[in-house]
Structure formats: C-alpha cells, structure tokens
C-alpha cells in the first residue's frame, strides 16, 4: 500500500488514497492542538508561579512564535504546495510589524 | 469543472477551495489580506507597547491592577479550541460531508460567541470596577483599541461564517461555495493567531510589568 500515489488513474485507488492522507493529516491537527494547549497552560503557569521577568517575557514569548507557527503552518496549512504566495506575503507582512514595533518600542519617550 | 455542478465524495477535487479559477484567486487574495492585517495589528501592538501603563495619575489602574489570568485564560481555552472545529469543519469539507462541516462550523460559532461573552463582560468589569474607560488615559485608549479591534473580528468572523452556514444549509457543497468556507476558516484561524500574541503581549507581559 505504501506506493499508493494519486492520479492512478483508478478513481477508487485515488479516492481512498485522499480519504487515508487526509485523516492521517486530521490526527497530526490534533496532536498541534495539544502542543498549542500544553504550550498555553505553560506560559500562564510561568507567570502565575512568579519567576523573574527578565525570564518570563522572553520565554513567552518564544512560546507564542511557536504557537503561532503551528497555527500558520498546519491550522492553516501554510506548509502545504501551492502556498508559496502566501509565506511571501505574510513574511513580508511579518517583517513590516517586526520594524513597526521596534520603531515605536524606540523613538517613543526615549 | 463548473461552479454549480453536482459532485459525490469520489469525484470531489482534493483541494475544492482552489479548482476554480476564482477559488485560486480568492484564495490568493485573501492571503494577501492577511498579510495586510498583520501589519495593521502590529502598529496596535506596538501603539499599546509604547503607551502601556501611561496613566496620568496614580489613582488609575495598570495593567497588573486590572488583568486576572483565570478569564483570560478561560478566553483562550475558547478561541483556541474552537480554531480545532474549524480544521475539523474544513476536513469534512475536504471529504465532502457537508453535514458534519455545518456541525463542526456550529460548535466552532458557539466557542467564539463564548469567547466574546468573555471579553465584554470583562470590558463592563474593568469600567465599573476601575473606571478604566476608552478616555480615561492613553493606556486605555491603547489597550481598548487593540483588543476591542480583535473583539471586532471575532464579531465579524462569527457574522461571516452564521451568514455562510444559513445561506448554503440547503445548497449543500460546490466548488462555488467550497472557496467562501475555506477563506472563513482562514479568517478565524487568523484571529486566533492574533489572541495569541495579545494574551502574551497584553495580558501575561502586563502581569510581570
């Protein structure tokens, strides 16, 4: 089964082959969902255990460009073909909001 | 592949949402909004940076004196989980099963209205507890404007996909509406990207200072 491609040419062999890819894709959704859940309860625990914010805020952080990713990448499939195009517009969407709160986080009362 | 014809789950597209030529383009176009609405919530976050806090005396509350981490929490939980409906709407969809794709969509709807219970009333609860208002200081015109313009989202993304929903409940799936749902779905996965940040940046980085 494991040389099972699409386009066989056999409609049967095609669709099964979706039905199997698919759900195989709807069970590595699921287990995003709980490394997003397990990464959110981490970082309320972080700040709710009190630890330093010279700690805090970078692992948060970190911790929400992660969460972000998974959502990006598997919610919304950015890591499928065909999504070329949209990694170019929101990298550079991404860049343009990297500078924009540089600049404020900068200029502003310094 | 015309838009109204009928299909069966074996002669459903793999990727129904771009067979057509306007589902390649909506698809397009609406990635590149999004890459428009990034840029918009990042001058949000960064006006809320730079005037956190800036309150013009000590009788107005801050971030820490007004932020309490079990609703927001709780709010997260909400969106998070109803961001896992909408993947599981889009693979009935996907799998051309129109039926459990409204029911996924239904329950995705009623975590979100969830949600925005929350958010209001935590909205009435910071105004008759700390007088923390639009106008009272620039922080709360800057926490107000970036977290009521998500509210916003969550208002209108909830709007587009009940309108979605009622529209196509007896038209079942085609690839004329198969583009709308994937792109609602994207809307809403988005809006959860952007809570992400705000529960990070506002509400967790608020607590610490």
Redesign the interface.
């Given at each position: 089964m494991a040389n099972l491609q699409?386009n066989s040419n056999n409609?049967?062999v095609d669709?099964e082959y979706?039905?199997k890819k698919?759900a195989e894709?709807?069970r590595m959704?699921?287990v995003t969902?709980t490394l997003?859940?397990f990464f959110?309860v981490i970082?309320?625990a972080a700040?709710?255990a009190g630890f330093s914010?010279w700690f805090?805020?970078p692992f948060?952080?970190l911790?929400?460009v992660v969460?972000?990713a998974f959502?990006?990448y598997y919610?919304?499939h950015m890591s499928h073909k065909?999504h070329e195009?949209?990694q170019l517009?929101?990298w550079?969407?991404?860049i343009?909001?990297?500078l924009?709160?540089l600049?404020?986080?900068t200029i502003?009362?310094w | 592949m015309a838009a109204e014809e009928k299909f069966t789950?074996?002669?459903w597209p793999?990727?129904p949402e771009?067979a057509t030529l306007e589902g390649k383009n909506k698809f397009?176009g609406f990635?590149?909004f999004?890459?428009?609405?990034?840029?918009l919530?990042?001058?949000l976050?960064?006006?809320y940076?730079?005037l956190k806090d800036s309150v013009p005396s000590d009788s107005h509350a801050k971030a820490a004196d007004l932020f309490e981490?079990p609703l927001?929490?709780l709010m997260?939980?909400l969106l998070?989980t109803s961001?896992?409906t909408s993947?599981?709407a889009m693979?009935h969809m996907?799998?051309y099963n129109f039926k459990k794709m409204q029911q996924w969509l239904f329950i995705t709807v009623a975590l979100g209205l969830g949600f925005l219970a929350c958010e209001i009333y935590e909205f009435i609860h910071y105004y008759h507890a700390y007088e923390h208002t639009f106008t009272s200081s620039a922080f709360g015109s800057a926490f107000y404007t970036l977290v009521g313009f998500h509210g916003g989202h969550v208002i209108f993304g909830l709007g587009w996909i009940i309108t979605l929903m009622i529209r196509n409940a007896k038209r079942g799936l085609n690839l004329y509406n198969a583009p709308k749902f994937y792109l609602a779905s994207?809307y809403w996965?988005?809006i959860?990207?952007v809570w992400?940040?705000i529960?990070?940046?506002v509400y967790?980085?608020g607590?610490?200072?």
């Open positions: 699409p409609p049967k669709y979706r039905r698919s894709e709807m959704q699921v969902f997003m859940i959110t970082a309320f700040v709710g914010k805090i805020i948060v952080l911790l929400a969460q972000v959502q990006l919610f919304m065909g195009a949209p517009f929101m550079s969407g991404v343009v909001a990297f924009t709160i600049a404020f986080l502003i009362w | 789950p074996q002669t793999a990727s771009q397009l990635w590149f999004l890459g428009g609405e990034t840029v919530f990042a001058s976050f960064a006006t940076l730079a981490l927001v929490f997260t939980m998070l961001s896992l993947v599981f693979y996907k799998n994207l996965h988005f959860d990207v992400v940040f529960f990070t940046v967790l980085m607590m610490v200072g």
